[in-house]
């Protein structure tokens, strides 16, 4: 597996500005995918599934099952005129189909004349372990849900699953259910994403205790920024889930508001858990500088006693090297300079003067406690 | 005992989760105990205790019984059936349910037709020293209230005394009062948990004016994330029991309200004593920093002093141990040649030298007052 | 006196936790003091005063003068009887009982029927120059109003001194006024406190300027503390005289709420106070580790660059102490070995060179700025 | 290009202020340019353009095409005598004109008898590179809209160039349309002042993993000033947009609204990236520091080994350059003063002494792990 | 000029506390000075002036001009029977009545039975360059407003001049205008004051790029404190002015309430520059730090490395110092004792091998980046 520092690379489409456009213009970004458009109609006994890329296949779906839910899931936006027909179709707003393609929309929750309009962050680590932030949006019209995502990627699996079993309130609570069923697999995957980055956590921490070194600061820094967006997605995704439970639009059945007070206590836990692992890789921060500054404190302290131990020994050393001489210019002895050359032991004594000189700092240093570890 | 780093050991269950899982969907955790059920039966003047693991002796009991007040007490959430059946019989949400042996929820209140719910955490030291925190749920409908732990500890065994001694409101306060009594312990929990915790700070304290070592700072993060949970914690809890007095719920009686506006009063205390604790483990840790720093200091200070006098010393030693010659190669005098080493008392003039440029120096530091200690 | 560091010096007691016991049980530390019970029977022309230290002094007295208004000062919780016949007299509800003697609540006002109850903290130095956080609380019913406080001290003098005085509305105001006089009172000391405080940051401060050392950072932190815990009792002060002032009971009296309008201006002076100092003594805390950090590094500075220049001195003057023979083995001359020892003019041409090294050294160092302060 | 560091210049002017002065004075900084006046008057099919300098210009225009809605779009503040003309002309309140030329408002938006008034900072890198941060505000009543701008910078040729086209609502959406398109455009330029901001960063970001040098600090320090002058754009320009949305006047129209709404969302995303901003540069000031101080605890760390590596090599070397000579004063031999230097292969055993030595420190360092990267 | 550091000197009266004082006693502090009373009566077309010392002038000039409105100025509160008859007078509230002489009030709007209060905070450099802060208040009742004063300083000049001139609305805006006049000439003050605070800031910050020294870190904090100080007003007087303008009292008609907006707004401003001003200096500190460490890392780095070279260099030298001898005890020649000594050129290689070591050290260094600058 790769390392986490080379893990979590965002995977980020710039932002495409265009100063003074027109509201509501639809431009298309450049690598945006073309889209894939799978139509589930269905009712309580019956499950019909057809596939397409363009309008056609929409409208023909709908007319050939009248009085069928249907969910069309549209896979990538890179198909400005599908946009539009749509919006034709369904008669939306402008700025609502401009939302849908200018991916870079904060969750919320907004209601039309007679149809709503959602969007929400889905996050996750690809299989390239790039962190990938994009957007699902969704519209809830009459007896149809139409489900807009980035990629060709499979994400709702689950939920597709489950409306082909057919078991529980999946066929029968129409599209604003689908809608919740939807938006409960986005919550579901931050908790995913949060025990993967749970996991990170764990490691970096093993590290610090193991084996610190330097990665731990770029991880750490990396996990907090990671964080930093999972919950710019949870602030907002808990007032958009709030203001789906407080909508009084009736596409948002009563039993579904029921289901949405459950996502919104989910929505609550995934935010408490941002909170959490965002203190945890605070405090790794903060024991990973202690503890380099403490290993670095007490190498220099061991180091530097050690170098002034022997710095007035090596003076010591330095004096009795010293040239004086015993006799002056006319060969006259002088007796007073430096006398201790030559004494009897004179070396033995000077051996043990440094000895207990050494001795002596160290018992000093000792007593000051400076050997102990702090 | 152990000493404090050890003992902070986080016991949690790692959360499943189950994506696009039917909302309400009820999955044990594999590590569940299997539940023990006990019944108490009782009115002013009666109390009937039976015991089981299944649906059948909650039933028989509640038949038996009919006017009594029912406290079923369900220690253990092993058992998917029991935990349906129970459902069944009082005709209770599957999201609740879910809720129920989903065992990460906030402390929250929910009204239903004609039932209540709540859950808190349940957090202690056991008796390996692991901080468990884990989750209390509790369902009041009629005359019936159904308490769900996760094991088998027999941590509300305050009330279960209360109850056979049949003391106060508590046989006649109904089952409201039942789930305020069990609330009001899990916070008077918090206040023996806080205690042990101001406990640990003290200890923490004392070894940092008396002993101060590396492991203060791992003790002090570790306080702080034991309350940064304990936190988390009591935020919600209080938001609860405030949902609990604003209840228009005539299973929550207005005489029980009173009692949980003392509660509300505790939980406000707990959380202050919370904060006020994560200020004196700040503070430590401040001080612990500083303290490391200031001895740091000054041992590099007195160090480099000393090696800075014996500079200037090794340095003459130095000079006067070089070997110019007073003879040139012709063998004849170079009298200009280090002239000191053949004079009179040279060797006491170097040596008074260096004890004057080593006391001079001295002097300097001291009078700019680098011996002080800052 | 002391010296502040010894002076901040917590009284508090320990909370006793009775896990599980009965809501509104009575339960006296052991360690609280006998009351003593002084009654202040008074209308606008009479005052009389009575001491005792039972009910029955309470009760003989209130019969005695029937239109009096009646302050009951009960200094000293150290008696459960009397608390319980108090209760029962006035009909005072059992949890209200309980906060008067666990004596750890935060301030607040409350409303019952026909009474109300408040609690303040009373923080002060005492004798010893210990801070001292103990709590006082009243009870207004009809013409009475109960003060308790915890210990003998004659904290509330000034009011009794006026009381017996007689000037102004404190004869007329009825119990309600009294019981604003006495949070007055209490609000008061919070200034008188902080003017302490205020005195110890000024002394702190000039130790900072004038003899900074490590004391500074254990003041500067007690300081910190001892704001904290006035704070925490400022806050819900606030709240409790604002909820005083709105308080629909007749017992708070349309005159008495404009001076509670006076006294909550007060308690947001008070809370500005505080937190004015403790921004204060945060920036004491960054100047002095500044100061710390600056003065280390000019240490540091100064005695690495002596260091230096003396290196390379040493260097040379080891380099000619070296033994380069003029010799080989077999006595022959080998005249590039070290010639420049038997040079003439040699010894001062190499203490020159000595010499332009350092001064080299000293002029790039200085050019370089190195040593300017920074 | 130039560098980072002499980019952000702000190119402020200073605020004037004139105390006590009449309120609704209109006092004309000195540096302020002289207007230019463009009147575009339009309906849905014709579209009219006159340019001026003076009142005339626009009475005349306005005249001309009674039925068509006017924006007078003034460039240049530079003029009392047209501002006051305007003022008189549309009886427009003094204390408005002088919000319009004293061009340090806060984004705001005011509702007066007939029309209304709102202001937005214009912020934005000039060709030279400095930041600039001016005023826009705008007067819309009747069928006119006014605009001010500070200098004769083409800021809104966008809008221009959209209503020479004629395409959309522009032409039909009344004044207040345009107002809204106005304020559209200054957030739209947000989003590419933040793009160059995140340009910048990138670029910032870079240099901090390639060639970390202290300019880092200082663009990020530099980095951080500039979004906190967005920011304080931001915050304000969300309220004026929330305002105008619930403006009951009849100059917003309801569809403008919906737009308005979009606009909305813009600005809260632009805030989000303010805040996504503000913490990836605190992070990699955090990072820069952290990899600075690693640096150079590696540094020291390695050199000060090497030094006490060879401290008591040296000092070995230094005992055996002592002088203890073998003779006393009277020439007789004293065996035992420094025997070593005559023994066989003595030189040797003292440099494999010095090298095991040295290799035995090596070894414990080794071991101690002060070699591994911390 | 003086320097900064000298300028910031805090110039506050001591709190007065009277513990347990009747509320509504008006206590002098002892350093209060004496009254000055300026009368203006005015109305469109009249303005009479009259000067005095006590209450006999007020009611002269009061009865002379029965129908003109009078502003009665008072400067200097160090009269308690002046104080104590203005209240007699207009039958004003003692509390009130404290509320001015006890100059600590927060900005602050009552409204009062038939009369308005107000305080402001009145903040400067005097001209020895003190920060004074003392306290402005003003009563409204009928056609009068009186406004008192700390000093004899001719503060609100400017409203004076305009009064005299008789221009725009203040002779007909009533006393409620001139209220207005005078809190608006000290919310301009606030700008003067923030302005030279703002040319502080910009002397410490060229200070800082040019010739950076430790008394940046004293400016810093004490323009930080100063702006604390500032905003302790800004903030409540943000919310008196909202008071006022919320106001229903008639002594503040509807046209005032318009200019109070303009207040509002402006106060808002100041709040946004002190808020600059404090991340501004702020960010000063944090790039004056990283600058001290970024040069002392410099110093330490170049010094260490020097060191560094030299060591095995100067261990060289003292090995070819040892005096190892080429002749044992006996007078036979030991041909291994450090035959490098009297080998041909040896001193030669010597120096090369020490200028190789010296050589290769810097290459090791020079590769491994340390020459850099960080």
């Known amino acids: 597996m790769a390392t986490y520092t080379k893990r979590v ?82 008669d939306i707003n402008q700025l609502v189909l401009e939302d849908i393609v200018n991916t870079h929309q904060r969750p ?38 139409i489900s807009f995502e980035e990629s060709h990627l499979d994400y709702f699996e689950a939920v597709t699953t489950r409306l082909k079993a ?27 994403l949060l025990s993967q980055i749970g996991d990170m956590i764990d490691t ?26 999972i ?33 919104y206590d989910h929505c609550i836990q995934a935010m408490d858990m941002v909170e959490s692992y965002k203190e945890v890789t605070s405090s790794i921060i903060d024991l990973y500088l202690s503890m380099v500054s403490n290993r670095m404190n007490e190498i220099m302290k061991v180091l530097t006693i050690i170098s002034v131990i022997f710095i007035p020994l090596t003076f010591i050393a330095g004096v009795y090297g010293m040239n004086f001489s015993r006799e002056d210019a006319h060969g ?8 201790e050359l030559y004494m009897h032991h004179a070396y033995i004594y000077a051996l043990l003067l440094m000895f207990f000189i050494g001795a002596g700092l160290v018992a000093v240093f000792w007593k000051k406690g400076w050997f102990n570890k702090l």
């Not at 690598?31 to 929409?58: C, H, W």
């Not at 896979?75 to 749509?86: F, K, R």
């Not at 609570?173 to 069923?181: N, S």
């Open 332 to 339: 006259h002895l002088i007796p007073d300079n430096m006398p």
């Open 108 to 145: 919320k929750f907004d209601e039309y004349d007679g149809y709503v309009f959602g969007t929400s962050r889905v996050i996750y680590f690809n299989k390239e372990n790039e962190l990938v932030n994009c957007q699902f949006s969704g519209i809830v019209k009459d007896n149809i849900i």
């Open 204 to 229: 970096t921490e093993d590290k610090l205790y193991q084996r610190p070194d330097k990665s731990i600061m770029f991880d750490a820094q990396q996990l907090k920024r990671t964080l930093i967006i």
């Open 231 to 263: 919950r710019r997605s949870c602030w907002p995704e808990r007032d958009k889930i709030n203001d789906m439970i407080r909508s009084e639009s009736d596409l948002i059945s009563k039993d579904t508001k029921l289901y949405l007070r459950d996502a």
């Open 9 to 90: 690379h965002y995977k980020n489409r710039k932002r495409q500005i265009n100063v003074g456009a027109r509201p509501g213009s639809i431009i298309i970004p450049d690598d945006a995918v073309k889209p894939q458009i799978v139509i589930y109609s269905f009712n309580e006994t019956d499950l019909q599934t057809s596939k397409g890329t363009d309008m056609k296949a929409i409208t023909q779906q709908i007319k050939k099952c009248k009085d069928h839910t249907h969910w069309i899931k549209i896979n990538g936006l890179g198909d400005a005129a599908l946009i539009e027909d749509i919006g034709t179709f369904l």
């Open 166 to 192: 057919g078991k529980g309130i999946i066929r029968v609570g129409g599209p604003g259910y689908i809608f919740y069923a939807l938006t409960d697999t986005i919550l579901d995957n931050y908790f995913v």
